[in-house]
């Protein structure tokens, strides 16, 4: 079997295991969260048929995450000491911290009964120390540098000191953009697990390359594309669980996170444009309505804007995965190995 054949046995091993844990640790642990009443509270600021799903249970994202270090453990441990490596190893640290960040902001609003957790600024600077942390732990590593690349071409283009300044505030905003993206059944997992498959083209096309399989990365990409699976079995409308800042906080550092390790920053941005443009209609919204007074959109993130206008929660998710496989496609070949 050649590299790429070998790549690919990693990534289906690795999706099949981390998707069967997570769907039995759902199977065995949702049915116990809604004992313990551990449900969703929603906002009225929301729309007002999301008030149906209030007492869902939510913190799934700790499934997943359970199952992505349980599989990358389980099947390339050994490989990631052996080859010593140290960026999968700090990808991993930074995703598990900002998981944290959301477990605690979760924590704050259903075990402390306060429906926002954190207040902004304790998740900003949280998010920005993590990040700064990140960052260090790359350029201290080598595993950094200080260029951008130009899509479609091999031209750099080298910042200096100004990229970690750009980059710190970057990556927080693409954290929170997937955080943003979590709205509706099924799409931050949905449209997080079309981005893993790009990364995970991407790591094929590297290991043929080079001509050996880099398998902890392979491992861990086709845990993650295991684990969105294995969600969406209880995710996928109508919900029976959510994943909460737990689980989405965790995800926009793995989106994140992976692109600086790639050392392609900008492929989180193109592949995950839905993230930016749910972003993007927040911050427009609120700068519209106060220098207006009025909204430019029936309701913001955007995907609720899509629902105000008569989209059901599957169209909404149908049509930005769509999308996510286009752009994905594109960014594998503005940034992917040429």
Not at 205 to 210: K, P, T, Y
Not at 316 to 334: C, D, K, N, Q
């Amino acid at each position: 079997m050649n590299v790429t054949g070998k790549s690919i046995v990693w990534i289906i091993a690795a999706a099949i295991l981390s998707f069967v844990i997570t769907v039995v640790l759902q199977k065995k642990f949702i049915p116990l969260l809604m004992r313990i009443k551990l449900g969703q509270t929603i906002l009225e600021i929301g729309p007002r048929w999301h008030k149906s799903k209030e007492g869902t249970p939510t913190m799934g994202g700790i499934f997943f995450i359970c199952a992505v270090y349980l599989t990358v453990l389980a099947l390339s441990s050994y490989f990631a000491v052996v080859t010593n490596d140290i960026s999968l190893l700090i990808l991993l640290l930074f995703m598990f911290i900002n998981g944290l960040i959301g477990f605690a902001d979760d924590y704050v609003k259903f075990i402390k009964k306060r429906n926002k957790g954190l207040t902004p600024m304790q998740k900003m600077v949280f998010q920005f120390a993590s990040s700064s942390v990140f960052l260090l732990s790359l350029e201290l590593s080598g595993c950094i540098s200080t260029s951008l690349a130009v899509p479609f071409t091999d031209i750099r283009i080298e910042l200096g000191m100004f990229y970690y300044i750009l980059s710190l505030f970057y990556i927080v905003f693409m954290i929170n953009s997937v955080n943003l993206t979590d709205g509706i059944d099924g799409l931050c997992a949905s449209v997080t697990l079309i981005v893993a498959v790009m990364f995970s083209g991407m790591a094929v096309a590297l290991s043929s390359s080079v001509g050996m399989c880099d398998v902890s990365k392979l491992v861990l990409f086709g845990a993650v594309i295991g684990g969105m699976f294995g969600f969406l079995v209880y995710n996928f409308h109508p919900a029976r669980i959510f994943m909460g800042d737990t689980g989405s906080l965790f995800l926009g550092a793995f989106v994140a996170g992976t692109a600086y390790v790639f050392d392609a920053p900008l492929i989180a941005m193109t592949a995950g444009l839905v993230y930016v443009i749910e972003s993007l209609s927040v911050v427009i919204q609120v700068i519209s309505f106060k220098l207006t007074g009025k909204r430019v959109f029936k309701m913001s993130p955007i995907h609720h804007h899509f629902e105000m206008c008569g989209w059901g929660e599957i169209k909404i998710v149908a049509v930005f995965t769509v999308f996510t496989v286009v752009f994905s496609i594109l960014s594998y070949f503005m940034f992917g190995i040429r």
